[in-house]
């Protein structure tokens, strides 16, 4: 007798509902770039957490790094949040939870640990209330990405309000706090969670965070655009989009970082 499949709650069934009209891209093109940026200041304006400046966007040097990727979530076409990626391993120690929390991470990257510090977080501030899935599918990305890349520990810095969120739903632990960072107006906490431990639970409590192996490779590899491949299905419907790297995005990004820092 075959088992009985589990029946999912109306929370997960809402949220997987949702799948087939988002789409998770790898952002490369200049375009995107300012789109991501202009939401990011958007949403931390609109929560107070940073000062106004020229361009009205928000640009780090982080994102400069080589082992910084960026994303964003479409809804129907539509930009609506975005997370900043790091992989952090021995070879590439440089993510601003590495800035900020040093002291505990150093020692595992020694130990030869790896990260994947999901940071920049934000969703559109003028979004729909009913569309509560999106913090979930944002950190979707990083999830993704700590399967992809076999990290050991999956990162968020993050305001003490948010922070169950992530211990609840994703069994983080918190290591460190009440930092201050110097682009931001709120102090912050270090939250870890270990794959190793939290995958199962993770992919049996929120289904929809489980991916296939196309849609993963789509996003954190260049393999699959360099064949001509532009666009995968997930596990739910949804869609995972990459392109080609642009030439010259990095003098975009220079001097939008210029004007518009935090």
């Known amino acids: 007798m075959s088992p009985t499949p589990k029946t999912r709650s109306n929370f997960v069934e809402s949220i997987v509902g949702l799948m087939p009209r988002l789409e998770f891209r790898r952002i490369k ?11 990011r200041y958007r949403a ?16 780090d040097n982080y994102d400069l790094l ?12 539509n930009l609506s949040s975005s997370l900043r990626i790091h ?48 913090p979930f599918l ?17 990162l968020s810095v993050v305001r003490s309000e948010h922070a169950a969120f992530y211990r609840r739903y994703y069994g983080f632990e918190r290591w460190a ?19 190793r431990e939290n995958r199962s639970r993770i992919d049996e409590r929120l289904p929809f965070m489980q991916s296939n ?9 260049d393999e699959l655009p360099d064949q001509g491949i532009k666009s995968v299905k997930g596990l739910f419907g949804n869609t995972a989009t990459n392109s080609v790297r642009e030439n010259s ?10 004007s518009a820092v935090g």
């Open 29 to 39: 093109r200049a375009e995107d770039f300012a789109e991501v940026f202009r939401l």
């Open 44 to 59: 931390y304006i609109a929560n107070e957490l940073i000062e106004p400046n020229q361009r009205g966007m928000s640009i």
């Open 66 to 77: 080589e082992n910084c990727q960026i994303f964003g979530l479409f809804l129907d076409g």
């Open 87 to 134: 992989r952090v391993t021995a070879d590439t120690p440089w993510c601003p939870a590495i800035k900020s929390f040093g002291e505990y991470l150093k020692p595992e990257l020694e130990e030869g640990n790896s990260f994947v510090d999901g940071s920049r977080f934000c969703v559109e501030p003028s979004r729909d209330p009913e569309l509560s899935a999106l």
């Open 138 to 154: 944002t950190v979707r990305f990083a999830y993704m990405a700590s399967v992809h890349f076999a990290a050991t520990y999956n």
């Open 177 to 195: 706090g009440g930092v201050r960072l110097d682009w931001y107006k709120i102090p912050v906490d270090l939250y870890v969670g270990d794959m």
């Open 213 to 221: 192996f196309e849609e993963r490779l789509m996003l954190f590899t």
């Open 249 to 258: 995005p990095g003098s975009n990004l220079r001097e939008w970082l210029d």
